[in-house]
């Protein structure tokens, strides 16, 4: 079993810059590839980017390439992901999520879930 806990979460203006962070209580975290996820009110979950298990590999969406980036502290047990040149429709709330093995962009391939914290982006 994985605990994850989002925090960083802020109302903040087009163009700012936020760092999300997950704390994971496990301790294996090295064997959990990592993800962040966001959904937006009548939309679905959708993938924001990945991380593998010892941090060599990263996977973004569209998107985001370029402003997002995303990064893991194994000596904290912690997922980032840092926010450059927020958008309007960056807007949603954002989940961290673990699976074991490789990484991957599908929301049913994560097997434990954080409860989610909400970034709001000001134009």
């Known amino acids: 079993q994985v605990q994850l806990v989002e925090s960083g979460g802020a109302l903040v203006q087009a163009g700012d810059s936020l760092t999300l962070s997950c704390a994971a209580s496990?301790?294996?975290?090295?064997?959990?590839?990592m993800g962040w996820f966001r959904q937006s009110p009548g939309k679905g979950r959708e993938f924001v980017a990945a991380?593998?298990?010892?941090?060599?590999?990263?996977n973004y969406t569209d998107s985001v390439k370029g402003r997002f980036t995303i990064s893991r502290d194994y000596g904290r047990n912690t997922l980032y992901l840092h926010m450059n040149s927020l958008k309007s429709e960056d807007t949603a709330i954002y989940y961290c999520?673990?699976?074991?093995?490789?990484?991957?962009?599908?929301?049913?391939?994560?097997?434990?879930w954080g409860q989610g914290t909400q970034v709001t982006v000001s134009s």
């Open positions: 999520a673990a699976k074991g093995y490789a990484m991957g962009s599908g929301v049913d391939e994560y097997d434990y």
């Open positions: 991380i593998s298990r010892f941090g060599s590999i990263t």
């Open positions: 496990t301790r294996t975290f090295n064997t959990y590839s």
